[in-house]
Protein backbone atom coordinates (compact mmCIF):
# COMPACT_ATOMS: atom_id res chain seq x y z
CA UNK A 1 0.00 0.00 0.00
CA UNK A 2 2.46 2.53 0.78
CA UNK A 3 6.04 3.09 -0.68
CA UNK A 4 9.25 2.38 0.58
CA UNK A 5 11.32 4.35 3.08
CA UNK A 6 11.32 8.59 3.79
CA UNK A 7 14.46 8.87 5.54
CA UNK A 8 16.76 5.77 6.14
CA UNK A 9 19.67 5.42 8.61
CA UNK A 10 21.35 1.96 8.65
CA UNK A 11 20.10 1.13 12.99
CA UNK A 12 23.78 0.72 13.93
CA UNK A 13 25.29 3.49 12.42
CA UNK A 14 22.67 5.71 14.49
CA UNK A 15 23.18 4.26 17.77
CA UNK A 16 27.01 4.07 17.51
CA UNK A 17 26.91 7.86 16.75
CA UNK A 18 24.52 8.58 19.94
CA UNK A 19 26.37 6.71 22.18
CA UNK A 20 29.46 8.09 21.03
CA UNK A 21 28.21 11.87 21.78
CA UNK A 22 26.46 11.15 25.22
CA UNK A 23 29.88 9.58 26.34
CA UNK A 24 32.50 12.03 24.86
CA UNK A 25 32.87 15.26 23.31
CA UNK A 26 35.52 14.82 19.97
CA UNK A 27 35.08 15.51 16.34
CA UNK A 28 32.90 12.95 14.33
CA UNK A 29 32.72 11.16 11.76
CA UNK A 30 30.44 12.77 8.96
CA UNK A 31 27.13 10.79 8.87
CA UNK A 32 25.53 9.68 5.96
CA UNK A 33 21.65 10.04 5.20
CA UNK A 34 20.27 8.07 2.56
CA UNK A 35 16.92 9.90 1.45
CA UNK A 36 14.17 8.02 -0.21
CA UNK A 37 10.22 8.92 -0.43
CA UNK A 38 7.23 7.15 0.34
CA UNK A 39 4.30 6.54 -1.95
CA UNK A 40 0.56 6.88 -1.70
CA UNK A 41 -1.48 5.31 -4.33
CA UNK A 42 -4.88 7.36 -5.51
CA UNK A 43 -7.33 5.91 -7.42
CA UNK A 44 -9.65 7.66 -9.43
CA UNK A 45 -13.31 6.24 -10.70
CA UNK A 46 -15.75 7.88 -12.71
CA UNK A 47 -18.03 7.35 -15.40
CA UNK A 48 -17.04 9.12 -18.99
CA UNK A 49 -17.80 12.79 -19.15
CA UNK A 50 -17.68 13.38 -15.25
CA UNK A 51 -15.47 15.81 -15.51
CA UNK A 52 -12.30 13.37 -14.40
CA UNK A 53 -9.44 15.04 -16.70
CA UNK A 54 -10.92 18.57 -16.37
CA UNK A 55 -10.43 17.94 -12.57
CA UNK A 56 -7.03 16.90 -12.94
CA UNK A 57 -5.59 19.11 -14.88
CA UNK A 58 -7.21 21.82 -12.25
CA UNK A 59 -5.67 19.98 -9.61
CA UNK A 60 -2.38 20.17 -10.93
CA UNK A 61 -2.67 24.19 -12.41
CA UNK A 62 -3.71 24.73 -8.55
CA UNK A 63 -0.52 22.85 -6.72
CA UNK A 64 2.23 23.37 -9.40
CA UNK A 65 3.75 26.33 -7.10
CA UNK A 66 3.58 26.88 -3.62
CA UNK A 67 1.27 29.75 -3.42
CA UNK A 68 -1.30 29.30 -0.59
CA UNK A 69 0.73 26.40 1.42
CA UNK A 70 4.38 25.45 1.48
CA UNK A 71 4.75 22.29 -0.60
CA UNK A 72 3.76 22.17 -4.44
CA UNK A 73 3.46 19.45 -7.02
CA UNK A 74 6.00 18.00 -9.01
CA UNK A 75 5.54 15.81 -12.21
CA UNK A 76 7.28 14.20 -15.17
CA UNK A 77 7.91 16.68 -18.31
CA UNK A 78 6.33 14.61 -20.51
CA UNK A 79 3.06 14.55 -17.82
CA UNK A 80 3.18 18.27 -17.47
CA UNK A 81 3.01 18.82 -21.28
CA UNK A 82 -0.20 17.09 -21.28
CA UNK A 83 -1.73 18.80 -18.23
CA UNK A 84 -0.56 21.73 -19.56
CA UNK A 85 -2.61 21.04 -22.84
CA UNK A 86 -5.81 19.80 -21.05
CA UNK A 87 -5.76 23.27 -19.26
CA UNK A 88 -4.95 25.38 -22.37
CA UNK A 89 -7.82 23.90 -24.20
CA UNK A 90 -10.27 24.11 -21.24
CA UNK A 91 -9.21 27.74 -20.59
CA UNK A 92 -9.51 28.66 -23.66
CA UNK A 93 -12.72 30.74 -25.23
CA UNK A 94 -12.12 30.58 -28.84
CA UNK A 95 -13.88 27.93 -29.06
CA UNK A 96 -17.38 27.71 -26.98
CA UNK A 97 -17.84 24.27 -26.88
CA UNK A 98 -14.13 22.67 -27.18
CA UNK A 99 -13.40 20.39 -24.41
CA UNK A 100 -10.31 18.12 -23.84
CA UNK A 101 -10.69 14.63 -24.64
CA UNK A 102 -12.36 12.18 -21.99
CA UNK A 103 -11.00 9.09 -20.58
CA UNK A 104 -12.02 6.54 -23.04
CA UNK A 105 -13.94 3.25 -21.89
CA UNK A 106 -11.38 1.17 -20.64
CA UNK A 107 -8.52 3.74 -20.30
CA UNK A 108 -6.00 3.67 -17.68
CA UNK A 109 -4.10 6.91 -16.82
CA UNK A 110 -1.25 7.31 -14.45
CA UNK A 111 0.48 10.12 -13.17
CA UNK A 112 2.70 10.57 -10.43
CA UNK A 113 3.29 13.42 -8.77
CA UNK A 114 6.27 14.26 -5.99
CA UNK A 115 4.96 16.44 -3.10
CA UNK A 116 7.65 19.16 -2.78
CA UNK A 117 8.49 22.00 -0.22
CA UNK A 118 11.84 23.73 0.08
CA UNK A 119 14.37 22.54 2.53
CA UNK A 120 17.52 24.48 2.98
CA UNK A 121 16.53 26.86 -0.06
CA UNK A 122 16.16 23.76 -2.10
CA UNK A 123 13.32 22.03 -2.88
CA UNK A 124 13.22 18.55 -1.56
CA UNK A 125 10.60 15.16 -2.47
CA UNK A 126 8.57 14.39 1.01
CA UNK A 127 6.40 11.90 -0.75
CA UNK A 128 5.01 10.56 -4.10
CA UNK A 129 1.47 10.11 -4.97
CA UNK A 130 0.89 7.66 -7.61
CA UNK A 131 -2.51 8.89 -9.14
CA UNK A 132 -4.53 6.19 -11.20
CA UNK A 133 -7.34 7.06 -13.06
CA UNK A 134 -10.14 4.87 -14.49
CA UNK A 135 -13.14 5.18 -16.41
CA UNK A 136 -16.16 3.82 -14.27
CA UNK A 137 -17.42 1.85 -17.28
CA UNK A 138 -14.81 -0.68 -16.63
CA UNK A 139 -17.06 -1.33 -13.59
CA UNK A 140 -19.88 -1.41 -14.90
CA UNK A 141 -19.60 -2.57 -18.60
CA UNK A 142 -18.73 -6.36 -19.88
CA UNK A 143 -15.15 -6.89 -20.58
CA UNK A 144 -13.76 -8.88 -23.23
CA UNK A 145 -13.03 -12.57 -21.68
CA UNK A 146 -9.32 -12.65 -20.48
CA UNK A 147 -8.54 -9.04 -20.68
CA UNK A 148 -7.52 -9.01 -17.26
CA UNK A 149 -8.30 -5.22 -16.54
CA UNK A 150 -11.03 -5.27 -14.04
CA UNK A 151 -8.87 -7.89 -12.15
CA UNK A 152 -6.24 -5.37 -12.22
CA UNK A 153 -8.19 -2.13 -10.87
CA UNK A 154 -9.51 -4.32 -8.21
CA UNK A 155 -6.06 -5.05 -7.24
CA UNK A 156 -5.01 -1.45 -7.24
CA UNK A 157 -8.34 -0.19 -5.26
CA UNK A 158 -7.42 -2.85 -2.85
CA UNK A 159 -3.96 -1.38 -2.37
CA UNK A 160 -4.99 2.29 -2.64
CA UNK A 161 -4.31 4.52 -0.13
CA UNK A 162 -7.13 6.70 -0.92
CA UNK A 163 -10.00 6.75 -3.61
CA UNK A 164 -11.53 9.62 -5.66
CA UNK A 165 -15.05 9.03 -6.74
CA UNK A 166 -15.76 11.21 -9.43
CA UNK A 167 -19.70 12.06 -9.60
CA UNK A 168 -20.65 14.48 -12.32
CA UNK A 169 -22.33 18.10 -11.19
CA UNK A 170 -24.36 18.32 -14.69
CA UNK A 171 -25.91 15.32 -13.82
CA UNK A 172 -26.78 16.19 -10.68
CA UNK A 173 -28.40 19.51 -11.67
CA UNK A 174 -30.69 17.46 -14.53
CA UNK A 175 -31.42 15.02 -11.98
CA UNK A 176 -32.81 18.05 -9.40
CA UNK A 177 -34.51 19.76 -12.88
CA UNK A 178 -36.68 16.85 -12.80
CA UNK A 179 -34.68 15.65 -16.14
CA UNK A 180 -35.09 11.45 -16.35
CA UNK A 181 -31.59 11.20 -18.02
CA UNK A 182 -30.00 12.70 -14.77
CA UNK A 183 -32.02 10.12 -12.33
CA UNK A 184 -30.47 7.66 -14.34
CA UNK A 185 -27.05 8.96 -14.94
CA UNK A 186 -26.43 9.34 -11.04
CA UNK A 187 -28.32 5.27 -10.63
CA UNK A 188 -25.62 4.38 -13.28
CA UNK A 189 -22.82 6.15 -11.71
CA UNK A 190 -23.39 4.88 -7.92
CA UNK A 191 -23.92 1.24 -9.58
CA UNK A 192 -20.49 1.22 -10.92
CA UNK A 193 -18.52 2.90 -8.06
CA UNK A 194 -20.39 1.64 -4.86
CA UNK A 195 -19.73 -2.09 -5.05
CA UNK A 196 -15.80 -1.48 -5.44
CA UNK A 197 -16.16 1.23 -2.71
CA UNK A 198 -17.64 -1.11 -0.04
CA UNK A 199 -14.57 -3.85 -0.01
CA UNK A 200 -12.07 -1.27 0.12
CA UNK A 201 -10.95 -0.35 3.08
CA UNK A 202 -9.10 3.02 2.54
CA UNK A 203 -10.52 7.05 3.02
CA UNK A 204 -13.02 7.56 0.16
CA UNK A 205 -13.76 11.34 -1.17
CA UNK A 206 -16.81 11.72 -3.27
CA UNK A 207 -16.25 14.55 -5.64
CA UNK A 208 -18.88 16.23 -6.71
CA UNK A 209 -17.49 18.21 -10.05
CA UNK A 210 -19.02 21.11 -12.15
CA UNK A 211 -19.79 22.65 -9.02
CA UNK A 212 -20.77 26.01 -10.65
CA UNK A 213 -23.07 24.84 -12.55
CA UNK A 214 -26.19 24.40 -9.86
CA UNK A 215 -25.25 28.30 -8.44
CA UNK A 216 -27.45 29.63 -10.74
CA UNK A 217 -30.68 27.05 -8.74
CA UNK A 218 -29.00 27.40 -4.94
CA UNK A 219 -26.84 30.47 -4.91
CA UNK A 220 -25.89 29.89 -1.08
CA UNK A 221 -23.31 27.27 -1.28
CA UNK A 222 -24.05 25.38 1.91
CA UNK A 223 -27.74 25.04 0.86
CA UNK A 224 -26.55 23.68 -2.28
CA UNK A 225 -24.39 21.11 -0.80
CA UNK A 226 -26.97 20.31 1.68
CA UNK A 227 -29.17 19.71 -1.45
CA UNK A 228 -26.91 17.29 -2.82
CA UNK A 229 -25.73 15.12 0.23
CA UNK A 230 -29.95 14.48 0.62
CA UNK A 231 -30.52 13.53 -2.98
CA UNK A 232 -26.88 11.23 -3.03
CA UNK A 233 -28.17 10.11 0.79
CA UNK A 234 -31.99 8.80 -0.36
CA UNK A 235 -29.79 6.49 -2.83
CA UNK A 236 -30.29 3.35 -0.64
CA UNK A 237 -26.99 1.83 -1.66
CA UNK A 238 -24.56 4.95 -1.06
CA UNK A 239 -26.92 5.43 2.26
CA UNK A 240 -25.78 1.66 3.18
CA UNK A 241 -22.25 2.47 2.60
CA UNK A 242 -22.24 5.98 4.33
CA UNK A 243 -23.74 4.23 7.70
CA UNK A 244 -22.28 0.95 6.96
CA UNK A 245 -18.35 2.69 7.17
CA UNK A 246 -18.58 6.11 8.37
CA UNK A 247 -17.93 4.97 11.78
CA UNK A 248 -14.37 3.02 10.86
CA UNK A 249 -13.47 5.43 7.72
CA UNK A 250 -12.76 8.84 6.67
CA UNK A 251 -15.14 9.75 3.90
CA UNK A 252 -15.91 13.05 2.12
CA UNK A 253 -17.88 15.01 -0.18
CA UNK A 254 -16.04 17.34 -1.70
CA UNK A 255 -17.75 19.50 -4.60
CA UNK A 256 -15.41 21.89 -7.23
CA UNK A 257 -15.14 23.62 -10.09
CA UNK A 258 -12.42 22.86 -12.67
CA UNK A 259 -13.04 25.91 -14.35
CA UNK A 260 -14.88 28.29 -11.16
CA UNK A 261 -18.49 30.23 -11.54
CA UNK A 262 -19.35 31.51 -14.41
CA UNK A 263 -16.80 30.18 -16.91
CA UNK A 264 -19.57 28.07 -18.11
CA UNK A 265 -23.23 27.60 -18.53
CA UNK A 266 -25.75 25.52 -20.08
CA UNK A 267 -27.45 26.04 -23.98
CA UNK A 268 -31.02 25.66 -24.62
CA UNK A 269 -29.81 22.55 -26.29
CA UNK A 270 -28.57 21.12 -22.80
CA UNK A 271 -24.92 21.50 -23.55
CA UNK A 272 -21.99 22.85 -21.19
CA UNK A 273 -20.55 25.74 -23.21
CA UNK A 274 -17.99 28.50 -22.23
CA UNK A 275 -18.92 31.47 -21.92
CA UNK A 276 -15.98 33.89 -22.02
CA UNK A 277 -17.61 36.04 -19.57
CA UNK A 278 -15.08 35.17 -17.08
CA UNK A 279 -11.52 33.72 -16.87
CA UNK A 280 -10.76 30.17 -14.91
CA UNK A 281 -10.41 30.22 -11.70
CA UNK A 282 -10.73 26.72 -10.44
CA UNK A 283 -12.52 26.17 -6.72
CA UNK A 284 -11.63 23.63 -4.08
CA UNK A 285 -9.75 21.29 -6.62
CA UNK A 286 -6.21 21.37 -4.60
CA UNK A 287 -8.90 19.36 -1.44
CA UNK A 288 -8.92 15.99 -3.46
CA UNK A 289 -5.42 15.44 -3.58
CA UNK A 290 -4.28 17.12 -0.03
CA UNK A 291 -6.63 15.21 1.90
CA UNK A 292 -4.92 11.92 0.74
CA UNK A 293 -1.93 11.56 3.56
CA UNK A 294 -3.87 13.50 6.69
CA UNK A 295 -7.22 11.06 5.90
CA UNK A 296 -5.01 8.14 6.45
CA UNK A 297 -3.74 8.89 8.77
CA UNK A 298 -6.93 10.21 10.49
CA UNK A 299 -8.40 7.25 9.63
CA UNK A 300 -5.27 4.96 11.66
CA UNK A 301 -5.46 6.99 14.57
CA UNK A 302 -9.46 6.80 15.12
CA UNK A 303 -8.91 2.75 15.44
CA UNK A 304 -6.73 3.24 18.21
CA UNK A 305 -6.82 2.80 21.67
CA UNK A 306 -7.13 5.74 24.47
CA UNK A 307 -4.02 3.82 25.84
CA UNK A 308 -2.11 3.60 22.74
CA UNK A 309 -3.43 7.25 21.63
CA UNK A 310 -1.68 8.43 24.72
CA UNK A 311 1.17 6.62 24.69
CA UNK A 312 1.73 8.20 21.18
CA UNK A 313 1.13 11.45 22.26
CA UNK A 314 3.91 11.00 24.82
CA UNK A 315 6.22 9.96 22.23
CA UNK A 316 5.91 12.73 19.89
CA UNK A 317 6.45 15.30 23.05
CA UNK A 318 9.25 13.15 23.73
CA UNK A 319 10.35 13.06 20.14
CA UNK A 320 10.09 17.31 19.96
CA UNK A 321 12.77 17.34 22.83
CA UNK A 322 15.23 15.13 21.58
CA UNK A 323 18.11 16.20 18.86
CA UNK A 324 17.83 14.53 15.42
CA UNK A 325 19.57 11.18 15.75
CA UNK A 326 18.25 10.76 19.76
CA UNK A 327 14.89 10.91 17.97
CA UNK A 328 15.58 8.30 14.81
CA UNK A 329 17.26 5.93 16.70
CA UNK A 330 14.51 5.70 19.56
CA UNK A 331 11.99 4.86 16.96
CA UNK A 332 13.10 1.27 17.01
CA UNK A 333 12.64 0.72 20.64
CA UNK A 334 9.26 2.41 20.35
CA UNK A 335 8.32 0.11 17.60
CA UNK A 336 8.95 -2.54 19.80
CA UNK A 337 6.61 -0.96 22.06
CA UNK A 338 2.70 -2.05 22.10
CA UNK A 339 2.04 1.36 21.09
CA UNK A 340 4.19 1.19 17.97
CA UNK A 341 3.25 -2.60 17.10
CA UNK A 342 -0.37 -1.38 17.32
CA UNK A 343 0.01 1.41 14.90
CA UNK A 344 1.78 -0.41 12.71
CA UNK A 345 -0.76 -3.23 12.61
CA UNK A 346 -3.25 -0.64 12.19
CA UNK A 347 -1.71 0.68 8.78
CA UNK A 348 -1.53 -3.03 7.81
CA UNK A 349 0.93 -5.48 7.45
CA UNK A 350 2.25 -4.11 3.96
CA UNK A 351 3.17 -1.02 5.52
CA UNK A 352 4.81 -1.96 8.36
CA UNK A 353 6.95 -4.33 6.33
CA UNK A 354 7.92 -1.63 3.57
CA UNK A 355 8.12 1.15 6.13
CA UNK A 356 8.49 0.41 9.92
CA UNK A 357 10.37 2.62 11.52
CA UNK A 358 9.86 5.67 8.95
CA UNK A 359 6.13 4.81 8.72
CA UNK A 360 6.44 5.71 12.59
CA UNK A 361 8.47 8.70 12.60
CA UNK A 362 6.11 10.31 9.78
CA UNK A 363 3.15 9.30 11.92
CA UNK A 364 4.56 10.72 14.97
CA UNK A 365 5.77 14.01 13.16
CA UNK A 366 2.28 15.11 12.24
CA UNK A 367 1.40 15.01 15.47
CA UNK A 368 0.98 18.47 17.73
CA UNK A 369 2.90 21.45 17.31
CA UNK A 370 6.51 21.99 15.96
CA UNK A 371 9.90 21.67 18.53
CA UNK A 372 9.31 24.84 21.04
CA UNK A 373 12.71 25.36 21.89
CA UNK A 374 15.83 25.65 19.07
CA UNK A 375 18.57 22.51 19.16
CA UNK A 376 21.12 23.81 20.98
CA UNK A 377 24.14 21.14 20.60
CA UNK A 378 26.40 21.63 17.66
CA UNK A 379 24.77 19.32 14.66
CA UNK A 380 26.73 17.68 12.06
CA UNK A 381 25.74 18.56 8.22
CA UNK A 382 23.99 15.81 8.22
CA UNK A 383 22.19 16.24 11.55
CA UNK A 384 21.07 19.50 10.49
CA UNK A 385 19.56 18.66 7.46
CA UNK A 386 17.35 15.68 8.92
CA UNK A 387 16.03 17.81 11.48
CA UNK A 388 15.60 20.70 8.67
CA UNK A 389 13.44 17.68 6.45
CA UNK A 390 11.39 16.60 9.66
CA UNK A 391 10.54 20.22 9.98
CA UNK A 392 9.82 20.57 6.57
CA UNK A 393 7.21 17.24 6.77
CA UNK A 394 5.46 18.94 9.61
CA UNK A 395 5.17 22.05 7.60
CA UNK A 396 3.49 20.10 4.59
CA UNK A 397 1.29 17.52 6.35
CA UNK A 398 -0.53 21.22 8.69
CA UNK A 399 -0.73 22.71 5.64
CA UNK A 400 -2.79 19.91 4.07
CA UNK A 401 -4.76 19.43 7.19
CA UNK A 402 -5.39 23.40 6.88
CA UNK A 403 -6.70 23.00 3.62
CA UNK A 404 -9.66 20.16 4.97
CA UNK A 405 -10.20 21.53 7.60
CA UNK A 406 -11.36 25.23 5.92
CA UNK A 407 -13.45 23.29 3.61
CA UNK A 408 -15.01 21.06 6.51
CA UNK A 409 -15.90 24.82 8.55
CA UNK A 410 -17.16 26.28 5.51
CA UNK A 411 -19.78 22.89 4.77
CA UNK A 412 -19.68 20.54 6.98
CA UNK A 413 -21.83 18.02 5.13
CA UNK A 414 -18.33 17.65 3.49
CA UNK A 415 -17.75 15.21 6.16
CA UNK A 416 -19.48 12.11 5.67
CA UNK A 417 -18.17 10.09 8.40
CA UNK A 418 -20.55 12.36 10.89
CA UNK A 419 -23.27 10.16 9.52
CA UNK A 420 -23.12 7.46 11.50
Not at 46 to 66: D, E, F, I, N, W
Not at 67 to 72: L, T, V
Not at 207 to 229: C, G, M, Q
Not at 365 to 375: F, T, V, W
Amino acid sequence: MLGIAFVVVVGAIVFAVVARRMSEKRTRAPITVEEKVPEFQVVALGLQGSGKTLLLASMYHCLRVPAGQSYFLHAPHRDVLQLNQWYAEMADTGTADLWPRGTAKGETRHFLFTVKTTVGGTPRPMFHLKYLEYAGELLSDPQTEGSGKQDELFAHIRAADALLGVIDGYRLRQHLDGHPAGAAHLERTLNALLPAMIEASCPISFVITKWDLLADRYPDETRRLSVVHDLLMSNAHFRTLIHLHSATRIMRLVPVSAVGHGFATIDHDGDIVKTAATAVHPTNVDVPLSAVVPDLFDQVEARLTRENLAALDAEARRRRQQGPLEALASLTAFGGQIAGRALLAAFGPTAAVALGDTLLGLFLDSRGPDRQDPITQELTAAERHLDELTTARRRVLHDMRRKVHILEGRLPHTHLSQEH
